[in-house]
């Protein structure tokens, strides 16, 4: 693909709460979670909601929750909850209106798109498929939990370590990525942090699961209230 000079040479997206609405599912999977391994303990939705809305992490968000976090197993309660995700996430899992639209306007004018997210991969491409979105978006662009090099967000290590590399292979040798010419686009406090690290600028999708006073007090360098304004701000000169 031929790599057309505009102000933005790259677009990093979030998944969940961004590009796919999954609140639902993440709930829903959750609360299965805690009924097939702690049942006699309600799942605290509230302070659920709360974690959700900083984007932290599975491991981080289920030991937070669990009664007596001296006997979390961490491999026993992710491994179960992503398998009743994948069971279940079909019936709930939606993508934002103007994703089609977001993603074909940026492949057809050259611009790489990535997906940086906190989630695994396996679930992201199963979404991207069932949506007919995949081609937008070469799967070795798909950085998630478990992907070889990166930490979790706000870490920059998912960028410089695995990302960068990926579009050197994607791309060629000779792809350069100016951090200041790359723009994240996410929703939660968690994305706003990571695109700081990484030197890029930074679009906050108010629609999604992050806490709006916190996310606002950040200082994005935009704020939209549909996908559709996230094309215009990549493609702006």
């Known amino acids: 693909m031929t790599i057309e000079h505009t102000t933005t040479n790259l677009v990093i997206l979030d998944f969940d709460g961004t590009i796919f609405d999954t609140r639902e599912a993440i709930q829903h999977a959750a609360a299965l979670t805690f009924t097939t391994l702690l049942p006699d303990h309600e799942i605290p939705f509230t302070k659920a909601r709360r974690l959700m809305a900083t984007g932290a992490g599975l491991p981080e968000t289920f030991r937070a929750l669990h009664p007596d976090p001296s006997t979390f197993d961490e491999e026993k309660w992710v491994a179960t909850y992503r398998s009743l995700y994948a069971t279940h996430e079909e019936k709930f899992t939606k993508p934002f209106p103007g994703l089609r639209e977001l993603l074909a306007g940026l492949h057809s004018r050259g611009i790489p798109i990535a997906i940086v997210s906190n989630k695994a991969v396996p679930p992201i491409k199963t979404a991207l498929e069932r949506t007919g979105l995949a081609e937008f978006v070469d799967e070795m662009l798909i950085i998630g939990d478990g992907t070889p090099g990166s930490k979790r967000k706000p870490d920059a290590a998912s960028f410089t370590e695995a990302l960068v590399p990926r579009l050197k292979a994607v791309y060629g040798e000779g792809f350069e990525v100016d951090p200041g010419r790359v723009l994240m686009v996410g929703d939660t406090i968690?994305?706003?942090?990571?695109?700081?690290?990484?030197?890029?600028?930074?679009?906050w999708c108010r629609f999604g699961q992050g806490?709006?006073?916190?996310?606002?007090?950040?200082?994005?360098?935009?704020?939209v209230d549909s996908l559709a304004e996230v094309l215009e701000i990549a493609v702006k000169e």
Do not use: M, N
């Open 190 to 203: 968690t994305d706003l942090k990571y695109a700081r690290s990484i030197g890029a600028r930074v679009c």
């Open 211 to 223: 806490d709006q006073e916190e996310c606002e007090s950040f200082g994005p360098d935009y704020a």
